[in-house]
C-alpha cells in the first residue's frame, strides 16, 4: 500500500491498486485456486507534465519562452518503468532548434537537487537577497526576474536526479539501485538522451553545467554520453571536485591540507586575520604567496613527516601561521595540518564566531566557543530556507505542476552512496574528462571558481587540471574564471554579473552557429 500511495502522491497512475477491504472476489473466482485467477494488468504509470507561458527581461531585451515542469518516465527496453525523473525546461519561443543552444543542468551532493543553479544562477527567476554579498533576507521569501540568467543565450533543461528533488524510483524500494557514482550518470545520461529525443532537439549545440558533485557528474558524463554518440559542444564546471583525494584529510594523504591553504589564507584575508603584510595589499597577492608556499616548502615538509628537525618544525608553523590567521602554537598541536572544521572553528574562536564552508565570508554562532568544528554550516544555513521556500511556491503558482511530494533540496536519503569502482580508493573522473575532450577535440571546458570556497577548493582545481596530461592543442579548449565569493558565487550580485558574462561568452564560442 505504500508504494501506491508514494505514486499516488507523485500524480501518476499507481502500479497496482488494493481493492477496499470489504471487497470479496465473486463466487465463481473463489472456486478458482489462487494460481490460476486472471489479475489484471497494472495501470501504466505515465509522464506528468505542466507547460506554461512566460516573459522575463534579460540584458534590456523581452524573451518569450515556454516552460515545462513534470516528471518523464524512463523505462527499460523491455518498457518498465524504472523511474520517474523531474525536470523543468525553458525554451525561447520562435527559436531555431538547429541553432538554439540547449544546457543540461544539475547541482551536486550527491543528493542534491537542481534547485541552486535553477534559483540562483541560471533560471529566469531568483531568490531575492537581503544584499549584495547573499544574506537572506527575511521570511517571507520572494523571487524576482533574474536579470542574469542565460536564457537569453540557451535553452535550459533542469535535472533532479533519483531520490533528489520530485524524482523518485519505481518501485520506490528500488532507489538504492540509482544511488552510485556509475548508476547516477547511467540515469541522467539517459534522461537527457530521452528529453533531447522527445523535444527533437538532437541537432541542436548541447552543453552540460554541473555544479560541485554535479562537475564530477558531468565528467562521468562527458565519457557515458560520448560512448552513445551524443557529443557535447562544452562542459560548465562551477565549483568544480573530479578528484576526491584532493579535498581529503586522511591519515597517509597530505595532499587536501596543501591544496585547503590557499582557501584558509583567502578567507583570514577577508575577515582582516592577516599580519600587515598580506593583509594591506591585494587578495590575489596573499593567495599567490600562499599557493606558493603550500606547494613549495610546506608540501615538501610535511612529506618530510617525522624527519624534520625541530627548528624546521618551527619554521613551518610559523609560515602556516602567517598564512591562515591561526596562532604558531594552534599550527604545532595541529602537527602542521589544520583540516577544514578546525579551521572554520578556530579562526574567529576569539569572538566566538565560525566561519562557513561552502562561503568563508559568513559567520555563524555555535553554543560554544571550546568546540572542535562548527556545529552547522552557516553559509548554508543562510540559502537554506528561502531557496526552500521559494521554490515549493515557484513550481505550484506559477509553474502550475502540482504534487503532494517533498521537493528534496538536499537529502542523505541517498545515502549509503555507492562509489563503485572507486572502492577502497578515491572518486577521480579527471581522466574521464580527459579521454571524452581528447575524442571530441571540439568540446570546451569552463571552470568557475570561488575564493572563499571552503568545500571545493581553487587550488585542488587547479592541481587536478594541472595533471589531466591534455596535449597543447586540447588544454586550449579548458578556460577559467575566479570570484570573490564562495562555491555558490552567484549568491554574490557582482559574481553574478560577471559569471553570466563569462558563461554566455562561452556558450556563444562553442556553439558552432552562425
Known amino acids: 500500500m505504500r508504494k501506491a500511495l508514494l505514486i499516488l502522491l507523485a500524480g501518476a497512475t499507481p502500479l497496482f491498486a488494493q481493492a477496499p477491504p470489504d471487497a470479496r472476489p465473486a463466487p465463481r473466482e ?19 507534465i505542466s507547460t506554461t507561458q512566460h516573459t522575463v527581461t534579460v540584458g534590456g531585451t523581452a524573451i518569450n519562452y515556454t516552460a515545462r515542469s513534470g516528471t518523464l518516465v524512463m523505462k527499460d527496453e523491455e518498457g518498465k518503468p524504472r523511474a ?8 525561447r519561443d520562435g527559436a531555431d532548434p538547429a541553432k538554439r543552444p540547449v544546457t543540461f543542468t544539475f547541482n551536486g551532493g550527491p543528493g542534491s537537487s537542481s534547485v541552486w543553479l535553477h534559483m540562483g544562477a541560471f533560471g529566469p527567476k531568483r531568490v531575492n537577497y537581503l544584499d549584495d554579498a547573499g544574506h537572506a533576507a527575511k ?6 526576474d533574474n536579470e542574469y540568467s542565460i536564457l537569453d543565450v540557451t535553452d535550459l533543461v533542469f535535472i533532479d536526479p533519483v531520490t533528489t528533488g520530485f524524482s523518485r524510483a519505481i518501485p520506490f524500494s528500488d532507489a538504492n539501485k540509482f544511488h552510485g557514482v556509475d548508476a547516477d550518470v547511467q540515469s541522467v545520461g539517459e534522461l537527457i538522451r530521452l528529453w533531447t529525443t522527445r523535444y527533437a532537439r538532437w541537432a541542436s549545440p548541447k552543453f552540460l553545467a554541473g555544479e560541485s558533485y554535479g562537475t564530477t557528474r558531468a565528467a562521468g558524463l562527458s565519457g557515458w554520453l560520448g560512448r552513445q554518440g551524443f557529443y557535447v ?3 560548465v564546471l562551477i565549483s568544480s571536485i573530479l578528484n576526491f583525494e584532493t579535498t581529503s584529510f586522511d591519515t597517509a594523504n597530505d595532499l587536501g591540507y596543501v591544496l585547503f591553504l590557499p582557501t584558509y589564507t583567502a578567507t583570514a584575508w577577508y575577515h582582516k586575520r592577516l599580519s600587515a603584510d598580506l593583509q594591506n595589499g591585494t587578495l590575489e597577492n596573499a593567495i599567490a604567496m600562499s599557493e606558493k608556499y603550500a606547494l613549495g616548502p610546506y608540501a615538501t615538509a610535511l612529506m618530510q613527516g617525522d ?6 618544525r618551527g619554521n613551518v608553523a610559523a609560515h602556516v601561521a602567517n ?37 568563508s565570508r559568513f559567520t555563524g554562532i555555535d553554543k560554544d566557543a571550546a568546540g572542535e568544528a562548527p556545529e552547522f554550516d552557516s553559509s548554508y544555513a543562510a540559502i537554506f530556507g528561502e531557496y526552500t521556500a521559494a521554490f515549493n511556491d515557484y513550481v505550484r503558482r506559477e509553474l502550475k505542476f502540482e504534487t503532494d511530494l517533498p521537493y ?11 562509489y563503485d569502482r572507486a572502492q577502497n580508493r578515491y572518486v577521480d573522473v579527471a581522466e574521464t574528462l580527459r579521454n571524452a575532450m581528447s575524442q571530441n577535440p571540439y568540446m570546451k571546458v569552463y571552470v568557475a571558481n570561488g575564493y572563499f570556497d571552503c568545500a571545493t577548493p581553487f587550488s585542488a582545481t587547479r592541481y587536478t587540471f594541472a595533471r589531466l ?23 554574490d550580485r557582482p559574481s553574478h554579473a560577471r559569471l553570466k558574462k563569462d558563461v554566455s561568452e562561452f556558450i556563444r564560442a562553442a556553439s558552432n552557429v552562425p
Not at 32 to 41: H, L, N, Q, S, T
Not at 139 to 144: C, E, F, I, K, S
Not at 307 to 312: A, C, G, P
Request: hydrophobic letters at 35%; charged letters at 35%.
Open 84 to 91: 520517474s525523473f523531474f525536470f523543468t525546461a525553458y525554451t
Open 323 to 359: 598564512l591562515t590567521g591561526l596562532s604558531r602554537d594552534f599550527i604545532e598541536r595541529a602537527n602542521l595540518r589544520v583540516s577544514l572544521g578546525r579551521f572554520d572553528k578556530e579562526l574567529l574562536r576569539g569572538q566566538r564566531r565560525t566561519v562557513g564552508r561552502l562561503d
Open 233 to 235: 559542444n562544452g562542459i
Open 30 to 48: 473463489r472456486e478458482r485456486p489462487p494460481e490460476v485467477r486472471e489479475a489484471k494488468p497494472p495501470a501504466e504509470v505515465r509522464d506528468q
Open 307 to 312: 624527519r624534520l628537525s625541530n627548528e624546521e
Open 469 to 491: 596530461n591534455l596535449d597543447p592543442e586540447v588544454r586550449k579548449n579548458v578556460s577559467m574564471s575566479y570570484f570573490e565569493a564562495g562555491h555558490m558565487m552567484y549568491i
Open 408 to 418: 528534496e533540496i538536499l537529502t542523505d536519503k541517498v545515502r549509503p552512496w555507492n
Open 139 to 144: 521570511p517571507p521569501y520572494r523571487l524576482v
